[in-house]
């Protein structure tokens, strides 16, 4: 067989061989897409229930916790607001207090 014809062989070969390794990559690429679509979806299903009443809690029980909530994160900002203006702490240059 002449050399040539030899080369051609191998490079038949090989390309068989590379073809094989891309479609198990696709296949691997195809499983973890479908698995992240899985872990998107079971987190997104896992989140939507959480603001309906659970057995455990009535629906006032319920609202009664997101209106604890909205007032906490409420005066949490008020006192960021007020360490951003310097309002937190009393000025040393005067003995009265700024509250």
């Known amino acids: 067989?002449?050399?040539?014809?030899?080369?051609?062989?191998?490079?038949?070969?090989?390309?068989?061989?590379?073809?094989?390794?891309?479609?198990?990559?696709?296949y691997i690429r195809l499983i973890l897409c479908i698995c992240l679509f899985a872990v998107l979806i079971g987190s997104l299903a896992a989140c939507s229930g959480s603001?309906?009443?659970?057995?455990?809690?009535?629906?006032?029980?319920?609202?009664?916790?997101?209106?604890?909530?909205?007032k906490t994160n409420?005066?949490?900002a008020q006192d960021d607001i007020d360490a951003v203006l310097m309002l937190d702490k009393p000025s040393?240059?005067?003995?009265?207090?700024?509250?």
């Not at 040539?4 to 479609?23: A, G, I």
């Open 92 to 99: 040393r240059l005067s003995d009265k207090l700024i509250r």
């Open 51 to 70: 603001t309906r009443a659970t057995p455990g809690e009535t629906a006032s029980e319920v609202h009664t916790r997101h209106v604890d909530v909205i």
């Open 74 to 76: 409420w005066l949490h």
């Open 1 to 26: 067989m002449p050399k040539y014809e030899r080369s051609k062989e191998k490079w038949v070969r090989n390309s068989e061989e590379n073809m094989k390794k891309l479609n198990i990559r696709k």
